[in-house]
């Protein structure tokens, strides 16, 4: 996290003959028109800020008032989007352009803003101002709740990332966190490519052909025991950089540093949290493996279940229940109008799409989209880039490119509305259920950041930790295959007729046979990741925790050595895995307590949009759900939506 550009995400295209010149922009940004325009965009960025920051620094020495200090929080609020703006955009570039001159271009726009950041993070400018408004009572007390929230928050963001350090210690800091930012894409360059190496072969669907349990065991070894160990060393020195810079900002571990700023709040709190959902999700899981294994014995005399043997018995299984086809109802145009369909009852809105100007998208298969409330108008805009191409990393997210916030730079304040796009690497137009599942979940983010109307920018949307922003992309994707949703939008691409609802359940039935055995995973990669984050790293160890986590935890022996090597989850969620876990038990408590009798229910909607969505990030987030839900969490919830998925 970052406290003057905090969140800033990791948040599309042919190859563009001569750089051909654009004519709104690049992602609508005027000044983006060529490649060559990245660094000038980053210098700009730059400057600008930099002349905030003196105007900020200007009004240390006046007397506070509510007044003044709420013109520093908007004037903070400011350098934050100015850089935001170009990093997040580069970073999207850089990971999704098919030109490496445009990549290579961005890439360097946005190291320059990170390092600037970065340095803007350790100088105690803007922290002093805000500092000395907030031990002024009178003043804190005097401002709005959104004010008070920003404040607070961000100066607990500086002295969590050792602005009380010496000159000379918060210079170190610096290269500290550019030294994690190198090792991190050096792990994720490296776990990538040992996820994606060409065996010739998927092997979980080469696993389901292999009769003989000792060809089954030997291919699956083979495939685990290669290249990982070149990749476990950049995993551990990664992890060492991150020891580094929590312990040289005052943090005993990089999980204790991580976590101050989310909802769990501490590793101990994690911990306990993912030891209930072990308790909770056991039984299932052993109830599951237990059938696996009647299939196992009656095959080869023996009921004891490894590894190798769950894609090949998991087969068997959902082969014993095959059902219905499904291919040819979940077409991206019909999947778009479901969601359109949840959207309009719940809150009210729609997506409508309009047609970009020359050079606005990067490809001809991204598409753009207005969301439009009849009263209120156009809440903002999303790029849709949905299918894989050649240039494009294959991945799935939601990439904003500018918050929302209400501006106060013209003599009329007007909202300014957010723009971000929702990047898939989809195959085909013609998605599997699955695949609905995950954009109805990006559409999730994206109404979180749509329907959020804020002051700061900062403080919009998705801009908030981990465990609480997935919360509503979670819930959203409940709607995609719910047997009273799908019907209303997935239609047969040749006969038009609606899902046969009785296929639909027996899907969902078959997908979720095993997901106890599901869920123990992800809670074991969660624990994994709080381990290897939360005391100092032992090089030489990370494969013998996770083997002790499995072992512990799981239903099945240890015996694949190399998983962690290709966890990319790791570059990206430091300490952070569990936040898809705790964010599935507040949606399923928001679920059940006011959408399962009725998913479209308008009232409900509206209630969402407005206790929730409408704040975005800006409200201390426990607080915020308190209101929306009650102070009590209920687990049971969430154990009751582990049963149910395989009624």
């Known amino acids: 996290m970052l406290a003057v550009g905090r969140v800033l995400s990791r948040r599309c295209v042919r190859l563009f003959p001569r750089h051909i010149a654009t004519t709104s922009g690049l992602f609508e940004i005027k000044d983006l028109k060529v490649p060559a325009d990245w660094p000038r965009l980053a210098e700009k960025a730059i400057t600008t800020s930099k ?7 200007s009004r240390s020495g006046h007397v506070l008032t509510p007044s003044s200090v709420h013109s520093t929080l908007l004037s903070t609020d400011r350098v934050s989007d100015v850089l935001c703006r170009v990093s997040d955009a ?21 190291h320059k803003v990170e390092a600037h950041i970065h340095a803007l993070n350790t100088d105690t400018t803007v922290y002093d101002v805000l500092k000395r408004g907030q031990n002024d009572k009178q003043v804190i007390t005097s401002l709005d709740e959104e004010s008070r929230y920003m404040s607070t928050s961000m100066v607990d963001e500086y002295e969590r990332m050792g602005i009380g350090l010496s000159d000379k210690k918060r210079m170190e800091l610096i290269d500290l966190f550019l030294s994690v930012d190198n090792h991190k894409q050096r792990f994720h360059h490296g776990a990538s490519e040992l996820r994606h190496k060409d065996l010739g072969y998927d092997l979980d669907h080469h696993l389901t052909t292999i009769q003989s349990p000792l060809e089954r065991r030997s291919a699956f070894m083979a495939y685990h025991s290669q290249g990982y160990d070149t990749v476990v060393p950049m995993l551990e020195d990664l992890l060492e950089a991150r020891y580094k810079l929590a312990a040289h900002a005052g943090h005993e571990s990089f999980a204790a540093y991580t976590l101050s700023s989310t909802m769990a709040g501490t590793p101990s709190f994690v911990m306990s949290f993912l030891q209930d959902l072990a308790s909770r999700a056991r039984a299932k899981a052993d109830q599951e493996l237990k059938g696996l294994g009647a299939l196992k014995a009656a095959q080869e005399g023996q009921a004891t279940m490894y590894p190798w043997d769950m894609a090949y ?28 369909i949840v959207a309009e009852r719940l809150f009210g809105v729609r997506l409508v799409e309009v047609v970009p100007e020359v050079g606005e998208t990067s490809h001809p298969s991204v598409r753009k989209m207005e969301v439009r409330h009849p009263i209120e108008g156009l809440m903002g805009h999303i790029y849709m880039d949905l299918l894989a191409r050649e240039g494009k990393d294959p991945i799935q997210g939601n990439h904003v490119m500018a918050y929302g916030n209400r501006r106060q730079d013209s003599l009329a304040p007007q909202y300014h509305m957010p723009r971000l796009a929702v990047i898939c690497s989809f195959e085909s ?32 949307g998705t801009r908030g930790p981990a465990d609480y922003v997935e919360i509503p992309s979670t819930f ?115 679920w059940f307590r006011y959408f399962a009798a009725d998913p479209l229910n308008k009232a409900e909607g509206e209630r969402l949009r407005q206790a929730f969505l409408r704040h975005g990030s800006s409200i201390e987030p426990k607080a915020l759900l308190a209101r929306y839900i009650g102070d009590t969490l209920d687990m049971n919830c969430f154990t009751k939506d582990l049963h149910q998925t395989t009624q």
Request: with cysteine.
């Open 313 to 340: 018995y998991n087969h068997i299984a959902r082969s014993e229940n095959d059902t219905e086809s499904l291919d040819g109802y979940f077409s991206i145009d019909n999947c778009l109008e479901g969601i359109n």
């Open 51 to 57: 002349s905030l920051v003196s105007e900020i620094s």
């Open 476 to 590: 959203f994707e409940r709607f995609a295959l719910d047997p009273r949703v799908a019907p209303l939008y997935a239609k047969n691409s040749k006969s038009g007729a609606s899902i046969p609802l009785s296929a639909l359940q027996s899907f969902t039935r078959k997908r979720n046979m095993f997901v106890g055995h599901d869920m123990l995973t992800q809670i074991i990669y969660a624990t994994v990741d709080q381990l290897y984050h939360a005391r100092p790293p032992f090089r030489g160890r990370s494969l013998d925790i996770a083997a002790e986590v499995q072992n512990r935890l799981g239903t099945l022996p240890h015996v694949s050595p190399s998983w962690p090597a290709r966890f990319t989850h790791f570059s990206g969620y430091a300490a952070a895995y569990y936040s898809y876990l705790l964010a599935r038990v507040y949606s399923s408590n928001i």
């Open 429 to 460: 137009p013609m998605l599997s259920p699955e695949s609905a599942e995950v954009l109805f979940h990006e559409l999730g983010h994206a109404f979180h950041t749509l329907l959020s109307r804020n002051t700061f920018q900062h403080t919009s």
């Open 90 to 110: 580069a970073e999207l570039c850089r990971l999704t352009h098919a030109s490496p001159e445009w990549r290579h271009q961005a890439e360097r726009a946005l």
